[in-house]
């Protein structure tokens, strides 16, 4: 089936969901920004449509391949590469002075999801070097920067995040490997696993930023420092030099996102002894701190890998809808989209995606503000945000993800669950997405946790407030069919919330019990709201697609809120049904 980008609902959310409008106001971008929205996606959807997403089934069937510590990417994949890298898409919201563009993150964000969308696999090596490119303008030294942002935002490297060893996965602190200081800089001996485009042919350098120990360190994450360890190290004029020590070892046999070498990499030479080269990137033991600036931003981006597969996926099975003939319908052969089931599963997933959309280009706004608005009290405000909606878009989307992909099977019937019509590879590409970069459940904990206590826990409150506001304004409005699905909702949400943070201190298992649910309420109140917004600006614009936008969110507000309404006893349950003992063999 033939992929299409969504640009015309990416431009429309990007306006009127997420306000793009005051982020083009903002200080240090260019005069005509609104006016570039719709070239910027039109030219991203022709490569998304006629480059990358031909792609997605031969990577899927073919993979990549590891010969002699050689890895070699499916067919096609090198060209693809070069035209992305042809386009300047890499460098689209960094600062011009590292070969950026300087447009904002929320435009780059709607980009973003075209390249997922067309081809998942392919889309985690631009999201991983956009990670470590944020980590070395926040982090690097000058040298550093001047030496790495430039290749790295055109293109010509590319970068990966290397933590997980085999005894330490989401425990950072186990890590083992180690640093050890020689001159001006350090060798490093280590193994790491799972690490997503550790070896390829696509570009002339990878640069991996690895989490390391150095001698004498102190245990657990307090004693973890971050270094940037090149696959070619450079030459005093800033050339490819000699080859490190750094060595795939082997490619993991996957469930999906099969174009994408997930290696393990060993650091040092066994041979010799010699680790391989690398530089601190930041202050000794600081590593966890600098690495974090890389893995929030990937956790926004894995979020919009779980709306851009949903969208894929929901494509797929509306076309299949629309002409297979199954059944009849008032006496006379139908196709399946005749049939009320069919459409309840097709509106599920359609009303989710927008509502995705809508809080995933709103959060990439809130960077926006955090990052350049003129009032300071407005940059925290924004930057708290961002804290607390990053866990929520990174999980509740990735979740959904899997869900919708799964059901674009369900409407295909029993031949989506057969290979050949490629219903099947979203559903398995999407799987990752809940584990990647903190597993959901962390990020669940993350969100009740830290999230809830950041600025005297007052970070979800001001979101309810502006919640209830818009609710004033629906009534005044007479959106009253709106306003009975989404009250309850925030009503749920604003008494989870107070019993969460009335636990803090005192029963720490009961809140991490209820994390999940918790999260799985907020994502969905906000992706109610969101729609809710989409609609009312359709209405604003009498778009000629209001009908379909109206029937979205109040399926949305009748259908799929109440159930995440009803999550509130589960929330507050508490973990005495958990108790570790119940689990004893």
Same mark, same amino acid.
């Given at each position: 089936?033939?992929?299409?980008?969504?640009?015309?609902?990416?431009?429309?959310?990007?306006?009127?969901?997420?306000?793009?409008?005051?982020?083009?106001?903002?200080?240090?971008?260019?005069?005509?920004?609104?006016?570039?929205?719709?070239?910027?996606?039109?030219?991203?959807?022709?490569?998304?449509?006629?480059?990358? =997403?031909?792609?997605?089934?031969?990577?899927?069937?073919?993979?990549?391949?590891?010969?002699?510590?050689?890895?070699?990417?499916?067919?096609?994949?090198?060209?693809?590469?070069?035209?992305?890298?042809?386009?300047?898409?890499?460098?689209?919201?960094?600062?011009?002075?590292?070969?950026?563009?300087?447009?904002?993150? $929320?435009? =780059?964000?709607?980009?973003?999801?075209?390249?997922? $969308?067309?081809?998942?696999?392919?889309?985690?090596?631009?999201?991983?070097?956009?990670?470590?490119?944020?980590?070395?303008?926040?982090?690097?030294?000058?040298?550093?920067?001047?030496?790495?942002? %430039?290749?790295?935002?055109?293109?010509?490297?590319?970068?990966?995040?290397?933590?997980?060893?085999?005894?330490?996965?989401?425990?950072?602190?186990?890590?083992?490997?180690?640093?050890?200081?020689?001159?001006?800089?350090?060798?490093?001996?280590?193994?790491?696993?799972?690490?997503?485009?550790?070896?390829?042919?696509?570009?002339?350098?990878?640069?991996?930023?690895?989490?390391?120990?150095?001698?004498?360190?102190?245990?657990?994450?307090?004693?973890?420092?971050?270094?940037?360890?090149?696959?070619?190290?450079?030459?005093?004029?800033?050339?490819?030099?000699?080859?490190? %020590?750094?060595?795939?070892?082997?490619?993991?046999?996957?469930?999906?996102?099969?174009?994408?070498?997930?290696?393990?990499?060993?650091?040092? @030479?066994?041979?010799?002894?010699?680790?391989?080269?690398?530089?601190?990137?930041?202050?000794?033991? @600081?590593?966890?701190?600098?690495?974090?600036?890389?893995? #929030? #931003?990937?956790?926004?981006?894995?979020?919009?890998?779980?709306?851009?597969?949903?969208?894929?996926?929901?494509?797929?099975?509306?076309?299949?809808? !629309?002409?297979?003939?199954?059944?009849?319908?008032?006496?006379?052969?139908?196709?399946?989209?005749?049939?009320?089931?069919?459409?309840?599963?097709?509106?599920?997933?359609? $009303?989710?995606?927008?509502?995705?959309?809508?809080?995933?280009?709103?959060?990439?706004?809130?960077?926006?503000?955090?990052?350049?608005?003129?009032?300071?009290?407005?940059?925290?405000?924004?930057?708290?945000?961002?804290?607390?909606?990053?866990?929520?878009?990174?999980?509740?989307?990735?979740?959904?993800?899997?869900?919708?992909?799964?059901?674009?099977?369900?409407?295909?019937?029993?031949?989506?669950?057969?290979?050949?019509?490629?219903?099947?590879?979203?559903?398995?590409?999407?799987?990752?997405?809940?584990?990647?970069?903190?597993?959901?459940?962390?990020?669940?904990?993350?969100?009740?946790?830290?999230?809830?206590?950041?600025?005297?826990?007052?970070?979800?409150?001001?979101?309810?407030?502006?919640?209830?506001?818009?609710?004033?304004?629906?009534?005044?409005?007479?959106?009253?069919?709106?306003?009975?699905?989404? !009250?309850?909702?925030?009503?749920?949400?604003?008494?989870?919330?107070?019993?969460?943070?009335?636990? %803090?201190?005192?029963? @720490?298992?009961?809140?991490?019990?209820?994390?999940?649910?918790?999260?799985?309420?907020?994502?969905?109140?906000?992706?109610?709201?969101?729609?809710?917004?989409?609609?009312?600006? =359709?209405?604003?614009?009498?778009?000629?697609?209001?009908?379909?936008?109206?029937?979205?969110?109040?399926?949305?507000?009748?259908?799929?809120?109440?159930?995440?309404?009803?999550?509130?006893?589960?929330?507050?349950?508490?973990?005495?049904?958990?108790?570790? $003992?119940?689990? @004893?063999?």
């Amino acid at each position: 089936m033939t992929y299409r980008a969504p640009t015309g609902d990416l431009a429309f959310q990007l306006r009127h969901v997420a306000g793009f409008a005051g982020v083009a106001a903002l200080p240090g971008f260019d005069d005509g920004l609104d006016e570039l929205v719709e070239p910027v996606l039109d030219e991203a959807a022709k490569l998304a449509e006629d480059k990358l =997403a031909p792609l997605n089934a031969v990577g899927d069937r073919l993979g990549a391949t590891l010969q002699d510590g050689v890895v070699t990417m499916a067919p096609g994949f090198a060209e693809a590469f070069d035209a992305f890298v042809d386009g300047g898409w890499k460098a689209l919201p960094f600062p011009v002075e590292h070969g950026g563009q300087n447009l904002p993150w $929320s435009l =780059a964000f709607a980009v973003a999801e075209l390249w997922h $969308s067309a081809n998942l696999a392919f889309g985690n090596c631009p999201l991983l070097t956009q990670g470590a490119i944020e980590a070395l303008v926040h982090h690097g030294t000058p040298a550093q920067r001047q030496r790495y942002l %430039h290749p790295l935002c055109a293109g010509r490297w590319t970068a990966t995040m290397c933590l997980t060893e085999p005894q330490a996965g989401s425990d950072l602190g186990a890590i083992q490997t180690k640093a050890v200081a020689a001159g001006d800089a350090y060798r490093l001996t280590g193994t790491k696993i799972y690490i997503t485009y550790g070896e390829h042919d696509l570009a002339d350098n990878i640069l991996h930023l690895v989490l390391a120990r150095l001698e004498g360190a102190p245990p657990g994450p307090k004693g973890v420092s971050l270094f940037l360890v090149p696959k070619w190290r450079l030459d005093a004029k800033g050339h490819l030099g000699e080859r490190n %020590h750094v060595h795939c070892l082997g490619l993991e046999h996957k469930l999906g996102i099969k174009a994408g070498p997930t290696c393990t990499l060993r650091f040092g @030479d066994d041979a010799t002894g010699e680790g391989a080269w690398a530089e601190l990137v930041g202050q000794p033991h @600081d590593g966890l701190r600098c690495m974090f600036t890389m893995m #929030n #931003n990937a956790r926004l981006s894995v979020g919009l890998q779980g709306l851009a597969i949903a969208e894929r996926a929901c494509q797929q099975a509306l076309a299949y809808a !629309r002409q297979r003939v199954q059944g009849q319908r008032h006496g006379q052969p139908t196709a399946l989209i005749g049939h009320a089931d069919v459409r309840r599963m097709l509106m599920t997933m359609q $009303s989710q995606i927008l509502a995705m959309r809508g809080l995933v280009l709103t959060a990439a706004a809130a960077i926006d503000h955090a990052a350049r608005h003129p009032d300071a009290l407005v940059r925290r405000r924004m930057a708290g945000r961002v804290e607390l909606l990053t866990p929520i878009v990174k999980a509740w989307c990735t979740d959904l993800g899997v869900e919708l992909a799964s059901l674009a099977i369900q409407v295909h019937g029993g031949i989506g669950y057969i290979e050949e019509t490629g219903a099947a590879q979203h559903l398995r590409d999407a799987r990752i997405a809940p584990i990647y970069e903190g597993t959901n459940g962390i990020q669940a904990l993350d969100l009740v946790g830290r999230k809830m206590r950041l600025d005297q826990g007052e970070l979800p409150w001001q979101l309810f407030e502006e919640l209830r506001h818009e609710l004033r304004e629906l009534e005044v409005e007479g959106a009253h069919d709106l306003v009975r699905g989404l !009250r309850p909702a925030l009503a749920n949400a604003e008494a989870a919330t107070r019993w969460i943070q009335g636990q %803090h201190g005192h029963d @720490d298992d009961a809140v991490s019990a209820g994390a999940a649910p918790y999260l799985r309420l907020m994502g969905q109140l906000l992706g109610g709201f969101v729609l809710v917004r989409g609609l009312r600006a =359709a209405e604003r614009l009498h778009r000629p697609d209001l009908p379909w936008r109206r029937a979205a969110a109040r399926f949305y507000t009748e259908q799929l809120l109440p159930p995440a309404s009803a999550l509130l006893p589960a929330i507050i349950a508490g973990s005495t049904v958990l108790d570790p $003992s119940l689990f @004893d063999a």
